[in-house]
Every structure is written in C-alpha cells, then in structure tokens.
C-alpha cells in the first residue's frame, strides 16, 4: 500500500524479496557488513548470525576486485590510512577480497538465518559476479552514483536499486535519477541519504534531508548511517527513513578501515530495538480517541451539571447551570442549545443534564 500525504498524493513502495519497502511498512534494517570481516570467510558467516539475532532484515556486504578497483597509485583516504596502516588502496583492497566460493557459502547463510543476502558492488565485473548469487536488491555506493555504466548493468538484474547519495548535490542526484529513468529502473530504486564522512558528526547528519529526497524524488528514501552512534538509526526513522543500513562489527577494536564507526554486537542490537520502538511511536498519524484515551475522556471531561436545583416547569437561564467532570453527560458546547429550554422534570444540584430532562 503506498504512503499517502496530506495533499492526497502518493509515494510508491517497493518490493525487496517478501518485503514491501516505503511507509507505512517496517523499516528495512540492512547490517553493513562490508568489509569488516578482514578477508575472512569464517568471520562473516559469524558476522551474518549475529545480524540475523540482532534482527536485521538483510545484511549486505562490499564485492570487488582490488585490481580492477583502484589503481596501484590510488592512496587510501586518511580515516583508512590511520586504520589500517596501509597508504595503498589496492594493498588495503586486496586484504579484504573474497572467493567466489565464499560468497556462495555467505549467501546460503543468509538464507538459512531468514535475512536478505546484498552487496555492493563496483565495477560491471562486479555485477557480473554478484548476479550469480541472485540477490533480492543491489546497492550502489555513493562514490558510484554517477557511473552510469555500473548503474547499466545493475539495472539489468530487474531488482531494485539501492543507491546512496554521499557527498552528491541535488543536482548530482537528479542526474543519477535520470539515468536510472533512462534505464527504467526508477520505479525501482530507493535513495539512502548518506553523509561521507566516517564517523559522520551528529550536527552534519541533516536528517531533515530524507523528507527533503522524499518529496522531490517520488522514491523510497532511507538513511545510509555512519554516526558513531547508536541512537541515530531511530532518529532517522522519526525523520521518514523507510530504510537504515549500519555498519557492524565483532569487535570495534579490530584494525580495518571501518571498525571504528561500526556497531558491536549488542550495540546493533539496541540499534535494531531502538528503531522498532520509534515505528511503534511514530504511529499511522491518523486523528483518533483510542481505547485508552477514551478512559480518561470519559472522567477527566466536563458536563452541563445544575448550578443549583431547577423545579419542573422552570425555564433554564445560563447562570443555572455549570461545567464540571466527568464527561459522561452533555458536552459544554450543548449550553446554548439547553438555555430557554423548560425543565421537564426536577433536576437536583449537581445533576448532569440529559435531553430527556428538558423539553
């Protein structure tokens, strides 16, 4: 069912696996596992558990291929170089590569622990690969949002697109939407508000932006998160985020390029919980008493109650009557209606007036 705003219109939905994805559906958690699990097989597939018990609903991971990635000159970024005391992307690269084999096995875990398998990847070779291994959606990296032969290829899986928007302008990701138009591929794609930078400082994180993409994109939009934080998945849920990728970690203290910024193991877990409790707070926005409300309406509202006694055959003027708890009789605003009406019956002080006592 798609999302409905107040000026009527509509926002499409789309359908990752069994998961229909946009409001006013569940938050689509993906655990970002990435590269954290440094070029081990046997540490994603703990990686993936610990997803699954967190309760994720996918977790995704970084496909590549060093040499076909970056060149042999390509210097790591600072935050990588500090992590990992490599300045060579392509050596820092090559440490994280996995078989073809190994992604297989990944993928298989996935499904045996009930989550979405999904991967990033970054060249037409990439897709190539991850094509094998059937994934319900594909993730594009913001680094990649403008490489329009990569988002070609994507496109020709015929599953959405998920493509983050780090450091790009609003023109920058009208191009990239443009393209995915061209591609026939819009209908499909969800946008993940992202700020490139790791961590990402709470007062950058513009959270404001995912309703800001929302409107101007007619797409799913969710929040590519890389606060240092554990509360920030919540807030952008809150902000209108249908989806929220984080990064994960066994432990943050292992060396890598994005331990640091990623979330251990029972903090993606208060992660999760956290965003649960905001979908249940959030609510459908409809206007209504609810069955707990309508308790306290009943005692905490007023009546017309009789000022003082009112014989029969008395015709009642306003300073016989007064406002007082519970709500249980006629609403204040029926005073107008009750003046100059003729008492039918006696009507004692205190007494909330009924319309069977006047006539």
């Known amino acids: 069912m798609p999302r409905v705003e107040r000026d009527g219109s509509s926002l499409p939905t789309v359908r990752i696996g069994t998961r229909e994805i946009g409001a006013p559906h569940p938050t689509y958690v993906i655990a ?3 590269v954290n699990h440094n070029g081990d097989a046997a540490t994603a597939l703990r990686m993936v558990s610990m997803a699954a018990r967190a309760g994720a609903d996918a977790a995704k991971f970084q496909i590549f291929s060093a040499d076909a990635l970056a060149t042999a000159s390509a210097p790591t970024a600072g935050y990588q170089a500090s992590a990992t005391g490599t300045a060579s992307q392509r ?3 090559r440490a994280l590569e996995l078989t073809d084999a190994e992604w297989a096995a990944l993928r298989a875990a996935c499904d045996e622990v009930g989550i979405d398998f999904l991967a990033t ?3 037409v070779r990439d897709v190539e690969r991850l094509a094998r291994l059937a994934p319900p959606a594909v993730k594009i990296a913001s680094t990649d949002a403008n490489d329009v032969l990569l988002l070609e290829a994507a496109s020709r899986l015929s599953v959405p697109l998920i493509v983050s928007t780090g450091a790009a302008t609003l023109d920058d990701i009208a191009a990239t939407c443009a393209c995915l138009e061209a591609l026939e591929a819009r209908g499909r794609a969800i946008l993940l508000h992202c700020v490139s930078a790791y961590p990402a400082p709470i007062d950058e994180l513009n959270l404001r932006a995912i309703n ?5 994109f007619r797409v799913p939009v969710g929040f ?5 934080d554990a509360r920030t998945g919540a807030w952008a849920v809150a902000a209108g985020a249908v989806v929220v990728e984080k990064h994960v970690t066994l432990d943050r203290s292992h060396a890598g390029p994005d331990h640091a910024m990623a979330l251990d193991p029972e903090s993606f877990r208060r992660y999760v919980h956290d965003i649960r409790d905001v979908e249940h707070a959030r ?3 409809e206007i209504v008493c609810s069955r707990r409300e309508a308790e306290v309406r009943a005692v905490a509202r007023k009546s017309i109650v009789a000022a003082r006694p009112i014989p029969a055959g008395t015709v009642i003027e306003l300073d016989m009557l007064t406002m007082k708890r519970p709500g249980t009789g006629l609403a204040p605003a029926e005073y107008a209606t009750l003046v100059g009406r003729t008492a039918r019956t006696d ?9 069977d006592m006047v006539q």
């Open 283 to 285: 609510g459908r926005g």
């Open 212 to 216: 800001t993409l929302t409107r101007q």
């Open 32 to 34: 970002e596992i990435g």
């Open 224 to 228: 590519s998160d890389h606060a240092d």
């Open 121 to 123: 990847p970054f060249t």
């Open 91 to 93: 050596e820092m690269l």
């Open 347 to 355: 009507i004692e002080t205190d007494s909330l007036l009924s319309w």
